[in-house]
């Protein structure tokens, strides 16, 4: 049988733990035996990433901006733990951190939906996804524990020396005070990075504020979404027959409640915060939910919204027998092989990705599944596998 060609490399970053170990069989069982895989290999394991003094990541990130789609394991985020246990030279950043700085991106969750598993939601038929804005707000606030009586006040002093003050509250007795901001290159990447995955997936995107009560803050948002979305996208979602949908946040809670899903929602960063994992867990397993970080100029990578499943891989090295789901890592690299299919005009490798995909639902439709989701199945799973079995069962299929 002659294998699936392929014209520009995938960037495949490799990463730790159990997730490494899943990392290397869906490659081998799932992919190689059917398309000439072409990567660009970089070794973002922990190990590697101390010997690189963190270079390797950096690195990567380069390699996804020049080349457009990468695929990414997950890896280790170092705590003092992590630091003991590999020796390293110091608590390196988080990997994911890096690169979504690097590119400048916003990371979009989406769930990986199969029929014997309801979400807790009974009207939610389609994936919502979530993106959230990951700068600024309240993660990047200052505060003061006000001690008693005085003045609150919120000063901006302009680099020409302008001062512009504004009073928050005449304070009584004791209180607290926080000052947060936002950048307008911030809220316009965020902004493009939505229209762009909206564009990608085909699907409504949905956006809200506090606008009413927020009349700057707040406002700014819902007025550079507008800027951009008449600037470079209305045309484009006509085109693609969907719409841009803002409303306040309040609203939006209440229609996403009651929808059936299919949209992409995006959040401010703490609304994304606290709706990604609501949705998350609505939706049943972290092991179903893929990740994809966007730049604003259409630069994409794809991951697992989990991390390195460290419980099970000190199971597996004691070659003790692991139920871990790798369906997100599945849907990360058929994700990334049909983008690249796309980019490359390959239709063959677009098409081999819909075919694993399917055949790795069938295998949970068809009652075949890990410990993590047979806890959740209705039906009942018929029978409830091994992690590197559930990846035959898929091969099975495939081969079938
Ligand atoms: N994107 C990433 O690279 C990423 C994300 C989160 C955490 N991490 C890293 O992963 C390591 C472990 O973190 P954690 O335990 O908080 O998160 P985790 O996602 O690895 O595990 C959280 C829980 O979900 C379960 N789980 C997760 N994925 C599963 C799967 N595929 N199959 C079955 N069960 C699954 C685990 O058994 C565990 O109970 C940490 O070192 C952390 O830094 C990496």
Redesign the pocket.
């Known amino acids: 049988m002659t294998k699936i060609a392929m014209k520009t490399p995938i960037v495949e970053m490799d990463?730790?733990?159990m997730?490494r170990v899943l990392w290397a069989w869906v490659k081998d069982k799932l992919i190689t035996p059917y398309v000439d895989l072409k990567t660009e290999y970089y070794d973002l394991g922990l190990k590697h990433r101390d010997d690189t003094d963190d270079q390797v990541t950096l690195d990567a990130a380069e390699a996804n901006r020049r080349l457009g789609v990468g695929v990414?394991c997950?890896?280790?985020?170092p705590n003092q733990d992590?630091v003991k246990e590999y020796t390293l030279k110091q608590q390196w950043k988080?990997?994911?951190g890096t690169i979504r700085a690097a590119l400048d991106g916003t990371v979009f969750r989406k769930p990986i939906l199969v029929p014997n598993i309801t979400p807790s939601v009974a009207s939610w038929k389609k994936p919502i996804i979530v993106g959230r804005h990951a700068y600024g707000d309240v993660y990047k606030n200052a505060e003061i524990a006000v001690p008693g009586p005085g003045t609150g006040e919120l000063v901006f002093t302009g680099a020409d020396g302008t001062v512009k003050r504004v009073l928050i509250q005449e304070f009584k007795g004791p209180g607290i005070l926080q000052g947060i901001h936002n950048t307008e290159q911030s809220i316009r990447s965020f902004a493009k990075s939505c229209f762009t995955y909206a564009l990608d997936e085909k699907v409504d995107m949905w956006f809200a504020t506090k606008d009413t009560i927020s009349k700057i803050y707040d406002q700014t948002f819902k007025l550079l979404f507008e800027d951009e979305f008449a600037k470079g996208y209305r045309e484009k979602f006509k085109a693609a027959g969907i719409e841009y949908f803002y409303t306040l946040i309040d609203d939006v809670v209440a229609r996403v409640m009651k929808g059936e899903g299919g949209m992409l929602w995006a959040c401010k960063n703490y609304d994304g915060d606290v709706m990604s994992d609501m949705v998350a867990s609505a939706f049943g397993?972290?092991?179903m939910m893929t990740?994809v970080l966007v730049s604003p100029d259409g630069v994409f990578e794809y991951?697992?919204?989990?991390?390195?499943?460290?419980?099970?891989y000190y199971k597996h090295l004691k070659g003790e027998k692991t139920?871990?789901?790798?369906m997100?890592l599945i849907f990360a690299w058929t994700g990334a092989m049909r983008k690249r299919g796309e980019l490359d005009h390959l239709p063959a490798l677009m098409a081999f990705a819909d075919r694993l995909e399917k055949a790795s639902l069938d295998t949970i439709a068809g009652g075949v599944m890990?410990?993590?989701l047979a806890r959740l199945a209705t039906p009942p799973a018929k029978q409830v596998v091994g992690s590197e079995e559930f990846l035959d069962a898929i091969a099975e299929r495939l081969r079938g």
């Open positions: 990463g730790d733990e997730t990414k997950a890896t280790i985020t992590r988080s990997p994911n397993s972290l092991a990740s991951e697992a919204a989990h991390g390195t499943v460290q419980k099970h139920s871990s789901n790798s997100a890990t410990g993590d």
